[in-house]
Structures are given as C-alpha cells and as structure tokens.
C-alpha cells in the first residue's frame, strides 16, 4: 500500500470499531458534517493523522478548513460523524481531559485586560493546576520552557495589550506548547510571523512531531509552507475533502482542480521540496466558494 | 509595562487601612469617642447604661461591618463582570443589576414580604430581580461571546429606566405604601443592625467565596470564551456559576444599603491598575478595597453636614460619576469596542 493509498479518505475502507487500540496522538475523523444554520459547511469528511505527523488542511477561501480543525478541537459539535483522538471520542470527554489532549491555537481576539505574556503563557497549565491560588514549580519551569521553545522568552514581562500581532501569535504558540497535549490544531500558525520567526516555527512544529511524536494538523495559507513541511496534505473544497497525498504526489491538475490556477511546480534542491508557482488564474466557475475578498 | 505593586505588598497595606477605617469609623460622628475608650468598650463588651457603650455597640460597630460586607459584595460583583464580559465600562449598576435587584426589592415592601419574612426575605426577592436583568441584558449584548461596549451600556440604561418606571407605578398603585418605598431607595446604611450584618454577610460571604474558587476560569475568559474552551475551562458551567453568584451578591448589597453606585465600577479599575488583572489576587483584594472605600464613603456622609445624614450612594456618586466619565472617554478614544 502506498502512503498516498494510506491517508486517502477513509469512510469507505474502516467499518466503525474495527481497529481495537488507537495510537496516543491519533487523530481519526469519521464522516463529520457540520452546518452554520442552515448552510451546509462540512460534508461527509473523513480522515486520519497518525501520531506524530505534520499534516497540512489546504484549500481555497470557505472551503471549510478552519471549521473543520474547530470540529476536531470539540469546539464545534458536527451534525454527523465524530472525531477520535487517541482513540476518545473528543465531543464526549470532559473539558479537563479534552485540553490535555487537545490545544488550538488560532485567530483570537486581543485580550481585554493587561496580562504579562508570562501570566498568558502560564494559562496553558489550566488543565493540570489542583489549588486555586499557585502553580506548582512543574508548572512555572514549563512556562518557562514554552516561551523559549516558541521565541518569546524576552517578552516575558510585557504586557499583552502591547504586544504586535507577530508577537501575540508566538505567545499563543508558546501558551499551546505549555498545554504539552498530544495533538496541536493550528490555524494558520505563521499568520502574522516575518520570514525569518515563519522558518523557526515551521522547524518548532517539525520537531514537536519528530522528536516529541506530538501531532499537528494545521490550516496552511501558504501552499509551499504545507508542501516544505508536511508530510502529508488534505486538499479541501466547498466542504468536502477532495484529495488526500503527500506532498511528492502533487501534480499541475491537482492544484488547478482545488484553487482554478495554473500553476508551476519547481523542484528547489536546497529545501529538497517543490514549490508551486502560480501561472494564471482560471475563470471561477460559479458553483464554488464565495467569491475572494479584496480588503 | 507599567510597575506593579505585589499582591501580598498590596494586601498588608489595604488590610492596615481597613483597620484605620474601622477605628476611624468607630471614633467618629456627632459624638467624638476617643481610641482608648473604644478599645476598653470592645474589650469588655455590650454595658447597659453606659452611652459610649450603647453608641459604639448598637449604631456605629454594625453599621462600619455592614458597610464594609456590602463595600467589598458590589466591589466583587464589579470584578466579575468586568470579566465575564470582558468590558471594563461593567458593574452592577451600568449594567442594571442593581435596578433589578431594586425591583425586586421594592415588590418585597409592597407585598409586606418585607415585614412578614423580616430581614432575610428581602435579599432572596431582590435576587430575583437581579437575576433576570443580568440574563436579560447579557442575552440583549453578547454576541458569540462578544459583548460590545455600546450594546452593554445601551441594554444596561434601557433595563434601568424600565426599573424606574415599574418602581415609580408601584409606588402610584401602592400609595400607602410610597414612604416605605422612598426611605428605602433613599439607600444609605442607617438601619445597620446587627441582624442585617448577618444576613448581609450570610448572603454575600459564601458567594464571594464561590466566586473566588472560579479565578482561573476568569482568567482564560478573559482572553474569550473559545480560548478559555481550548484551556480546558467548563465555559457553560463557569459563565452560570458567574452570572448566578454575582447578581446574588449584588442583590445582598442592595437590600440593605439601597443603590450605591459606582464602587463595583472604580474599586476594581483601581486595584487591577496597580496590582494587575489575575483574578486570584483581584478579588480579594478588590473586596478589602471596596469595603473599606464604603466605609470612608459611609463615614464622610454622616460627619459631613450633622446631624444630617447624606445618602452615600450620593457621596460615592459625586466621586464615581466623573471617574466612569473619563473611563468612557478613554475607552473611546483608544477604540477599545473596536
């Protein structure tokens, strides 16, 4: 069996309960569906991420991939389907449990009151904290540890309503990291970062996969950041997953079917990655997402 | 990022000034005792016969501990909803606790509840009110748990003003009852007795300690509801628990002071401005602070002008009205509700 064969969506090869043990780590998704009221936003997804894999959601605009890494998280109840991780059904486990399995880090809005980014990363304890009052010296020292690992150790003092959004999205990685779960769902983690915080964080959460077996599933913008770093991609559109591969398999018809570009693909020999070159857009047909916004 | 003070730092000082206050509070009034006398009259207890006695023990030591209780309730309840809506223009009078916990009140006194039940009936009717124009207006201005600043304070005046009115129908309907109605909304801490102390501090103690317990929930919601969710916090759970402990606060510190406004809005400004925004320290030392602030407030109202007595909620107004101003400014120009 191939990779490619091995990540491809899995509603029709596993029937239910057939595998007994699941990996810690392991994310499972079984044909979740999800809709905004009455709009249909998720349908029938299905995949799976092994423990201690980077995995890549792509797609255009409103093809539902940060709704799906919310699902996954057990923000979002699906409508269907449900989602297993390390075996747990995650819309099932009690808050305590779910954060320490679980962390997502994604768009969040400024915080109201002045809080050291010290204070903010130290919250990612919430999960493991008994007394109301302290933190145990565990707890401190991987407070510590996350705000270097994540390249913010020498914001520690400044307050968080200063901070630029670059900076803010380092502590909310930091904060995730001090969660030490097994899965992190990011949302556009390098969002706000400048080329050279984009290249260490994208190595951070290589080796938070490598090193640590810890698994990530992030929504990539940036096609060539998911193809550079993941070792497998989840192509969706209009709330379906359409192709599941890894980032060798990517092929000019792949690219044109999800995103309608025309795009180059280059073989660069100091990454040892492709990168995707776009040519032209084609016309958008008008059945697809809603159409892109020029803010 | 601006020097703070330390919690434990912070708490010897205001715990130091609320004794002051106490002592100030006991000394003071139309009849000056001095500290050493104050000191044999504690040590020895209630005296018949002895004036020094009588005043201390029955007018001025309940009347400083229940200004104290009902200081630090509404300085709580501030803290709180400054945080559960991550707003700081919140407090239980902006946002028309308070006027519902009047309501309730007042319905109390017309039923004769008040003076059937005694003391202890008034809070629970009081609570009620407060209750439901906290989930009213929390229904009216939050958005997928996002409560902007105009929406609160818009809700927050249109619930008060409904208040009024109902109140102002009552006591139309109710005339026999209208001076009942008036000395009560008078507000003011002159009927302290020591059986209101213990109701007060029955009802506001165990849910200032309830609310305490959910500091670090507080804290993660501070950085909104889905981040607190990712953190591990029971959001649902924690938000009700929130709602619920402090309108019942906010409701204890109405029945027996009357509305007292602007504490539960300056006090907790003030402390988390020089000791910062964890609630683990907030609250407490929010409460010490808001409960000494009423009882200076208390003391200046009753020495200003003897042997009249001022309302306090016009002192505390006189200087929380222009504070709530300049906030309102700030928030504006900063674009905070952006």
Same mark, same amino acid.
């Given at each position: 069996?191939?990779?490619?064969?091995?990540?491809?969506?899995?509603?029709?090869?596993?029937?239910?309960?057939?595998?007994?043990?699941?990996?810690?780590?392991?994310?499972?998704?079984?044909?979740?569906?999800?809709?905004?009221?009455?709009?249909?936003?998720?349908?029938?997804?299905?995949?799976?991420?092994?423990?201690?894999?980077?995995?890549?959601?792509?797609?255009?605009?409103?093809?539902?991939?940060?709704?799906?890494?919310?699902?996954?998280?057990?923000?979002?109840?699906?409508?269907?389907?449900?989602?297993?991780?390390?075996?747990?059904?995650?819309?099932?486990?009690?808050?305590?449990?779910?954060?320490?399995?679980?962390?997502?880090?994604?768009?969040?809005?400024?915080?109201?009151?002045?809080?050291?980014?010290?204070?903010?990363?130290?919250?990612?304890?919430?999960?493991?904290?008994?007394?109301?009052?302290?933190?145990?010296?565990?707890?401190?020292?991987?407070?510590?540890?996350?705000?270097?690992?994540?390249?913010?150790?020498?914001?520690?003092?400044?307050?968080?309503?200063?901070?630029?959004?670059?900076?803010?999205?380092?502590?909310?990685?930091?904060?995730?990291?001090?969660?030490?779960?097994?899965?992190?769902?990011?949302?556009?983690?390098?969002?706000?970062?400048?080329?050279?915080?984009?290249?260490?964080?994208?190595?951070?959460?290589?080796?938070?996969?490598?090193?640590?077996?810890?698994?990530?599933?992030?929504?990539?913008?940036?096609?060539?950041?998911?193809?550079?770093?993941?070792?497998?991609?989840?192509?969706?559109?209009?709330?379906?997953?359409?192709?599941?591969?890894?980032?060798?398999?990517?092929?000019?018809?792949?690219?044109?079917?999800?995103?309608?570009?025309?795009?180059?693909?280059?073989?660069?020999?100091?990454?040892?990655?492709?990168?995707?070159?776009?040519?032209?857009?084609?016309?958008?047909?008008?059945?697809?997402?809603?159409?892109?916004?020029?803010? | 990022?601006?020097?703070?003070?330390?919690?434990?730092?912070?708490?010897?000082?205001?715990?130091?000034?609320?004794?002051?206050?106490?002592?100030?509070?006991?000394?003071?009034?139309?009849?000056?005792?001095?500290?050493?006398?104050?000191?044999?009259?504690?040590?020895?207890?209630?005296?018949?016969?002895?004036?020094?006695?009588?005043?201390?023990?029955?007018?001025?030591?309940?009347?400083?501990?229940?200004?104290?209780?009902?200081?630090?309730?509404?300085?709580?309840?501030?803290?709180?909803?400054?945080?559960?809506?991550?707003?700081?223009?919140?407090?239980?009078?902006?946002?028309?606790?308070?006027?519902?916990?009047?309501?309730?009140?007042?319905?109390?006194?017309?039923?004769?509840?008040?003076? #059937?039940?005694? %003391?202890?009936?008034?809070? /629970?009717? +009081? =609570?009620? *009110?407060?209750? $439901?124009?906290?989930?009213? @207006?929390?229904?009216?201005?939050?958005?997928?748990?996002?409560?902007?600043?105009?929406?609160?304070?818009?809700?927050?005046?249109?619930?008060?003003?409904?208040?009024?009115?109902?109140?102002?129908?009552?006591?139309?309907?109710?005339?026999?009852?209208?001076?009942?109605?008036?000395?009560?909304?008078?507000?003011?801490?002159?009927?302290?007795?020591?059986?209101?102390?213990?109701?007060?501090?029955?009802?506001?103690?165990?849910?200032?300690?309830?609310?305490?317990?959910?500091?670090?929930?507080?804290?993660?919601?501070?950085?909104?509801?889905?981040?607190?969710?990712?953190?591990?916090?029971?959001?649902?759970?924690?938000?009700?628990?929130?709602?619920? #402990?402090?309108? %019942?606060?906010?409701?204890? /510190?109405? +029945? =027996?002071? *009357?509305?007292? $406004?602007?504490?539960?809005? @300056?006090?907790?400004?003030?402390?988390?401005?020089?000791?910062?925004?964890?609630?683990?320290?907030?609250?407490?030392?929010?409460?010490?602070?808001?409960?000494?602030?009423?009882?200076?407030?208390?003391?200046?109202?009753?020495?200003?002008?003897?042997?009249?007595?001022?309302?306090?909620?016009?002192?505390?107004?006189?200087?929380?009205?222009?504070?709530?101003?300049?906030?309102?400014?700030?928030?504006?120009?900063?674009?905070?509700?952006?």
């Amino acid at each position: 069996m191939t990779v490619g064969e091995q990540f491809m969506p899995c509603g029709a090869c596993d029937t239910g309960e057939s595998r007994v043990q699941a990996e810690v780590g392991e994310i499972r998704v079984k044909g979740v569906s999800f809709a905004y009221g009455r709009k249909l936003v998720l349908k029938n997804v299905s995949l799976d991420v092994p423990a201690g894999t980077v995995a890549a959601l792509v797609g255009p605009n409103g093809a539902g991939k940060s709704t799906l890494l919310k699902v996954i998280s057990g923000y979002l109840r699906p409508s269907e389907g449900e989602v297993l991780v390390s075996g747990k059904p995650v819309h099932r486990l009690s808050s305590r449990e779910r954060s320490r399995l679980i962390t997502y880090t994604g768009h969040e809005p400024r915080p109201s009151f002045e809080f050291t980014v010290e204070e903010t990363v130290r919250m990612g304890r919430t999960p493991y904290v008994r007394s109301v009052f302290s933190e145990s010296k565990e707890d401190l020292a991987a407070a510590r540890a996350a705000m270097r690992a994540a390249f913010c150790e020498e914001l520690a003092n400044r307050a968080i309503t200063s901070l630029s959004s670059g900076e803010l999205q380092r502590v909310h990685v930091a904060r995730a990291i001090c969660q030490d779960p097994e899965v992190f769902l990011l949302d556009e983690p390098t969002a706000h970062l400048d080329l050279a915080f984009e290249l260490l964080m994208m190595e951070l959460v290589s080796r938070m996969a490598q090193e640590r077996k810890k698994t990530v599933l992030a929504v990539f913008h940036d096609l060539n950041l998911a193809v550079r770093y993941a070792s497998v991609l989840f192509f969706m559109k209009d709330g379906s997953l359409v192709h599941s591969l890894r980032p060798d398999q990517l092929s000019k018809e792949i690219i044109r079917d999800v995103y309608n570009v025309d795009a180059d693909l280059v073989f660069h020999p100091a990454t040892r990655s492709w990168r995707v070159v776009p040519v032209s857009a084609a016309v958008r047909p008008a059945t697809t997402s809603p159409p892109a916004r020029y803010d | 990022m601006r020097k703070r003070v330390p919690g434990r730092t912070y708490l010897v000082a205001v715990t130091a000034l609320v004794a002051v206050s106490v002592s100030l509070g006991l000394a003071l009034g139309t009849v000056f005792i001095p500290i050493g006398e104050i000191t044999r009259i504690l040590k020895e207890g209630p005296r018949q016969g002895d004036t020094f006695s009588l005043i201390i023990w029955t007018l001025r030591f309940p009347r400083v501990l229940l200004a104290f209780v009902e200081g630090a309730s509404l300085s709580v309840a501030g803290v709180v909803m400054q945080g559960l809506f991550r707003n700081p223009m919140a407090d239980p009078y902006v946002l028309g606790v308070a006027s519902g916990a009047s309501l309730g009140a007042v319905v109390g006194i017309v039923m004769g509840i008040g003076k #059937a039940l005694g %003391l202890w009936a008034l809070p /629970g009717l +009081a =609570f009620l *009110g407060a209750i $439901g124009s906290t989930l009213f @207006v929390y229904a009216l201005s939050t958005k997928k748990g996002r409560t902007d600043t105009w929406t609160l304070l818009l809700s927050g005046i249109a619930v008060s003003s409904l208040v009024s009115s109902l109140i102002a129908l009552i006591m139309v309907l109710w005339r026999e009852r209208v001076e009942e109605i008036v000395f009560w909304t008078m507000g003011g801490l002159s009927r302290a007795s020591w059986q209101s102390v213990l109701a007060a501090a029955c009802y506001s103690l165990p849910g200032m300690w309830v609310l305490w317990l959910q500091a670090r929930p507080l804290n993660a919601l501070s950085f909104g509801e889905e981040s607190a969710f990712h953190l591990g916090v029971a959001v649902e759970k924690s938000k009700r628990i929130l709602l619920w #402990a402090s309108a %019942l606060i906010t409701a204890s /510190g109405v +029945a =027996f002071t *009357g509305p007292v $406004g602007f504490v539960g809005l @300056v006090v907790p400004h003030v402390v988390r401005l020089l000791t910062g925004p964890d609630h683990r320290w907030l609250l407490p030392l929010s409460a010490l602070t808001g409960g000494n602030v009423l009882i200076l407030a208390d003391l200046l109202a009753r020495t200003l002008r003897p042997p009249l007595e001022i309302p306090v909620g016009v002192i505390t107004a006189l200087f929380g009205a222009p504070f709530f101003l300049y906030l309102l400014f700030k928030t504006r120009r900063s674009g905070m509700d952006e």
